[in-house]
Structures are given as C-alpha cells and as structure tokens.
C-alpha cells in the first residue's frame, strides 16, 4: 500500500491515506521527508511493519533529494516514538547510506544505497508476510481438516499495514486463494474501528466472502459453531509467549477455548520481545477517553474534544487500553516466517527467534 | 421516565425522549394516543416495562379524552408488535374501562377507572424493581463479603425503562445509595450504544462512579481483577434458566466463568416464559446490518441506508443477531421481585413462577 515512483520532476513515495477509508480511496505522494512525517503523525500510514518500510523509503527520499539524511532520519524516527519498527527502519535506510559514504561514494550512489536498503526491508517483509501465509495455512489444514475454513479476525493485519499482505489476514487470503475459505467473520474492533473499516476493505478489495459483526456478536458465532478459527496478529509477544494485540484479543481467546476453537497469533519473528519476560511485564497503553465517548467519522464536520460525535455524556470517564495480554496458555499457535510454536512455550519460541537470528546472520 | 399530569387544557402523558438522549433532554407531550404511538414507534419510548406503563397510559389517555377506547387500545398495540409488554400494559387498562362501563358506570368514571388500572401497574412495576434491588443487594452483599462492589453492566436496564428504578440498575443504585458502590463499569453496548447513551446518562444523574469502556475493553478489566459481579437484565428467561438478552451478554458470562466471578441476572417473573423450553427454542431477532455498517448519531445529517454514518464499505454484509443466549450453567442466579434462584434450575424458577402467581390470584 506503499511505492517508490520517479517521475520527471524527482522521486516521490506514494501512499494510500488510510484515514479516509473506506469511504474514499485517496493517495498521499510525499515528495520529501517532513510530508511523511506529516502522514505518519495524521496516522495516514500505521501499522508496524508498513510504518518500518515507509520511514526506510523517507531517508532515501530525503537522500535522493540531497537534503540532510541525518535531519530527515532524526524527523522520520520521532513521528511516532513508541512505534519500534519505524525507528528499526530509518535507522536501516540511514546506515546504508553512511556506509556507502565511508566507501567513498558520492552522495548520489549514497540515495541509491539507502534506495536499495528500503527496497530490501521492502521484499524482507513481503517474503515474511508470504511465509507466515504458508505456514498458517498448513497448520489451519492440519487442525481442521476438511477445509472449508470459517475465520474469525479482529483488528487490520492485512496489506495496509504490511509490505506485503500481511500477518493474520494474509492466512486468510491465502486460504482464500485456494478455494478454502469459506468465510471471514471481521470484528469490527471497537473503538477505532479498523475491523469496519480497514480489514473490510481489504477483503472487499479481494474479493473475499466476508461478514461484518460487533465485537459483541463474536459470542453468538461460536455459540452457533461457526468459528473453525480464530487468526489475529501480535503487537508483542513476551519470552513466555503472552500476547499483546488490540484490546478485545483476550476475550476472543476465552471464548475460543470454551468452545475448543483454536486461537491462533500470525506475526513476525520481530515481534517477539525476548527483553520482556511474560505478560505482567507488558506495559498497555491507555488511550484518550474521547475515543469511546465520542464516533470518529472522518466525512462528518463536528464538536467533541476528540473531533468526533459525543455517544455519551458531557464528562463521562472511559477505560480504554489499546491492547489486551492473552496468556500462552490460551494460545493455540504462534505462527511466524520461520514456522509454527505449538504448544506455545518459551523453548520452542526463544529456538524459533534463535534460528531467525541464524538465518539473518 | 413517563408521568401522567393534568393541566387545564385536558390530562397528557409526559416521556422523555429517549432518541435525543445524552445529547438533549427533551419531553415529550402525548395529548393523544396517536402521538403516543408515533412516540413507541420512534423509540422516543423504549424498553419492555416501560412500554405496558405507557401503553396503560395511552389508553387512559384516549378514555380522558372522549376517544373510542378500543381504537386506540388497537393502535398502541399494534405500535411495536413483538413487545409483549405493551400489549399486556394495553390491554389491562382496556379490560379495566371497559368493565367499569359493564358495572353501568359513564364513560368518565370508565377512563377514571381505565387511568386507577393504569397507575396501579405503574406502582406495581415500581413496587418490583424496589423488590428486586432489595434481594438483589441482598444477594451481592452474600456473595461478595465485605462490601465495595465493582460491578460491570451491560446495554440499559434502568428508570429510563421501568417504572422504578429498573432491574440490573437498580441493584447497581441501591448499593449506591448504600455507600457500597465502587464503580459501576458500563459497557458502551454496540450497536446502539445503549451503554454509553443511557446507562451513562443514568448513571451520572444520579453521581454513582461509573466508567464507561468498550464492549472489548471488558476482557482486561476482568483479567486485572477489577470486577466482583456482573449484573445484567433478561429480555426473555426459559424455563431451563436460559437467558436471553442484548448481545454482548454471552460473553460477560463466559469471561465471567473464567474468572471465578459471579453473574448475576435481574429480572421481573413475568420475564420468565415457562412455555419456551430451553435455550434453543429462543428465536433470536435478525436486526438490520446497516445498525453495524453505519453510526448513529442524532445530532448529525447524513447519508447511509439507516440514516447513519457509514463506517464500512458499501455492500458490506453484517451479522447483527439483538440478542443472545445465556445457558443456565454460566448463570450465578437470577433475581426476582420473588427473590432469587440460585443455583439456576428449571425447578427453582417454576417454584418463584408459581409464588408470583399465587402472590398475584
């Protein structure tokens, strides 16, 4: 949902403004660093692996543009300073090009290194997505054999937020390439609303058989025996294998194993924090209250202190953590690039970050 | 909510405009049952109770006025078919007139009559919810010793449609007024935002600490410890102990049981309906996608099919079931104004249904 282009008049990154979905399909080019840095604060691009990508391709749009590559690197990191895989990624594109200049080339072969290491986290994340694809779809065949797969998602792990198509979402496409998916229960993640808008989108786009339901409704699904599986993606997974992802993971993961359905988490190898020991070490994000009190629409023009339409009283208090922590006694699998973790333990996954570290050495 | 006054120019019932709720508070003038039933129709009045009161009224209302009874009696029920409540509520005041008349009374001592039936059922519900709250407190201050409830509600089950204090609600407000009450957590309760709209609004009219958060957000209050009950209303109880009631319920029930924390149903007898089965024999309402595709919001003109804003693509399919299904197994007790059933059998609620019965012969 990102791409380099060099027209003419200088290159440019082009963006799909993730804001004003699904109700407009509208592309940002960013001709230089701070109109990205513009984009990643308006949360026009978000999502940790897209975030990655996008600050690598900025440093090389900076460098091919001969402005300060250490400047624009600085500008790009600090957009959104909790989100790791921004840094992780100018951070990359901006080695490239310093060792490119301790080689004694010119500047302009220093943009096109830089180019070529934003392109390669670029392919990196797509071949991961490509990977997690296959190795959640074998599993998924493996446990429920048969296919005819009914997934129920929650949140947006798809190609907006991904070089590629995806964590959780792109198992699903990927069944649904094959012919074995025959629905995509789509929460729609309150209060943001990413599952309505984003995940819906994406599977409208590809012609997915999808339904839309509240968070609420999920309970209703299982009871009726139409969830085969549960997919989502993993902001963090700790040494133990708890997992933080959008609040509302945890009870799916509850209701998941009352009813004997599995739960299965899609990330990358990234996303395993080894540096954090277990799910009481995660540290949740609380989020403004506006965001429950008041509906974010992005087409209408209105009054509350978030900018959205108030749903509730002048004052009222709201509890609102970004994420939940789903402990790995509740989590079927964790599938990554590298393969599957299950029973999830923190052998099997500190063997799997292990052989990740091998294969990048 | 609802109240009946006698100015000069002729008697009218007076409601608050649930729709215009939290934004507004804006009564409502019925002079006559017509503007009664576009009231009932609009949802300007709603929730089960509430709607016989009003219904009762109505009739009382077409009597006072000089207008054939039996029309309007015919109207009203017929404003919200499914809503058992109203047609009881109707048809009561109806039976009362219309045996005044066959006592040889006139027609003014007969809506006299049709407004005593009227006002007595408003006492009576009143009269429940107060006995409700009682063994409903009763009941917590058993379970949880010690006192200091944190109690988690969902959808609006308070004075706004009652003729009390309600029935989950008025447990809540009792341990309030107590000085028991820690928090009350109120689920936003989407689609409709009942949670946010009214509870909210209740809430806050009357100073309980109460925190509103995303149906989602539950997940972690329980997982953090923050929840000593859950307390809930009934649509519909069969006679198993299976409990219907706005979506969203079954899995409060099902976290609730994880746990280890008591859930809690308040409801009136006549909610318990003996000739449905079990839980599979509850046909649960269909409602319209567009309730999940688009938000409403009041204050705001828009566009979509529903007359909200559209929050998902266009063409986007949803699962939008009203309700669902409890089993009696998640269920701690079920409070009546009998007293409460606990554990929840089958023979336990016939025997509360049967003292209701003898208590009402």
Known sequence: MLRWEEPPEGPVLVLLDQTRLP?????????????LVEAIRSLAVRGAPVLGIAGAYGVALAAARGFDVDEAAQALAGARPTAVNLSVGVRRARDAYHAAVARGEDAGQAAVAALAAARQLHREDA????????????????????????????????????????????VALAAHHQGRLRRLWVDETRPLLQGARLTAYEAARNGMAYTLLTDNAAGSLFAAGEVDAVLIGADRIAADGSVANKVGSYPLAVLARYHHVPFIVVAPVTTVDLDTVDGASIEVEQRPGY??????????????????????????????????????????????????????????????????GRARG
Chains 1, 2 share one sequence.
Do not use: W
């Not at 109700?23 to 109109?35: F, I, K, Q, R, Y």
């Not at 490509?130 to 054999?145: C, I, K, S, T, V």
């Not at 296919?147 to 998602?153: A, Q, S, V």
């Open 127 to 170: 071949e991961a997505s490509a990977r997690m694809a296959e190795h959640g779809l074998a599993l998924l065949d493996e446990l429920l054999p048969g296919g005819g797969h009914r997934i129920l998602t929650h949140c947006n792990t798809g190609a907006l937020v991904s070089g590629g198509d995806g964590t959780a979402f792109a």
């Open 23 to 35: 109700s407009e399909e509208v592309e940002l080019v960013c001709t230089d660093a701070p109109a």
């Open 291 to 356: 965001e429950v009190t008041e509906v974010l629409a992005p087409q209408v023009q209105v009054s509350g202190a978030g900018g959205g339409i108030p749903v509730a009283p002048l004052g009222t208090q709201a509890y609102n953590p970004a994420f939940d922590v789903t402990p790995p006694e509740l989590v079927t699998a964790i599938v990554t690039e590298e393969g599957a973790v299950s029973p999830v333990t923190a052998e099997g996954l500190a063997e799997l970050c292990g052989k990740a």
